[in-house]
């Protein structure tokens, strides 16, 4: 249903601009129907009324999940670039939330095959912030990939419980779409890895 979601919301955007929460589910609906550049616009949308209004931990947490949708299109400037306003946003404003764990993500994935352990580190940081904002879909995200770079640290064993454990979060409906798609792609390339 997520199509006929995002065609109804995008018609009453038409009929009058949505408010930030609607916006934020014609963005998911968009990108869970494969509307990627009309996801990245309405989240566009989303970053630029979030920092009018000075939600600023809002749109950090908007311009990572931008910048995670150009890496994985392969659109490493842009996505480079949005990941750097979301931690500047962070820093600017002296903001302590869970966005600092996401923003690991990317460190560790870039790393993960030239430097496992480095990947670990990062890996590590992102776990951290997940289980102390209670962040189901950043640990499982984080789970995903220390199982890779223990895996890459020739830790087999370990890494595929992490990754089992990761799997379960997605069998058992613990996250949301977007996480669910994320780790579980993840999971089957590691397991095609192995």
């Not at 890496?71 to 949005?82: F, K, N, S």
Request: proline share 2%; net charge negative.
């Amino acid at each position: 249903a997520w199509s006929e979601a995002f065609d109804l919301l995008s018609e009453a955007d038409r009929v009058a601009p949505l408010d930030v929460d609607d916006l934020e589910l014609a963005g998911f609906a968009a990108q869970y129907s494969g509307h990627d550049d009309a996801a990245t616009e309405l989240a566009g949308r989303i970053h630029r009324s979030a920092v009018r209004d000075g939600d600023y931990a809002r749109a950090a947490r908007t311009a990572f999940w931008i910048g995670m949708s150009f890496l994985q299109r392969g659109e490493m400037t842009q996505g480079g670039g949005w990941l750097g306003r979301s931690a500047h946003l962070l820093s600017e404003h002296d903001l302590d939330t869970v966005t600092w764990g996401y923003l690991a993500i990317p460190d560790g994935i870039r790393l993960v095959e030239a430097d496992a352990g480095a990947a670990l580190q990062a890996f590590e940081r992102a776990s951290v912030y997940a289980d102390r904002f209670g962040d189901a879909d950043l640990g499982a995200m984080a789970r995903l990939g220390r199982g890779r770079a223990l895996v890459g640290l020739g830790e087999v064993a370990k890494g595929v419980a992490l990754l089992d454990d990761a799997m379960v979060a997605v069998t058992s409906g613990e996250l949301s779409p977007l996480a669910t798609g994320i780790v579980y792609c993840g999971a089957i390339e590691a397991f095609n890895d192995l």
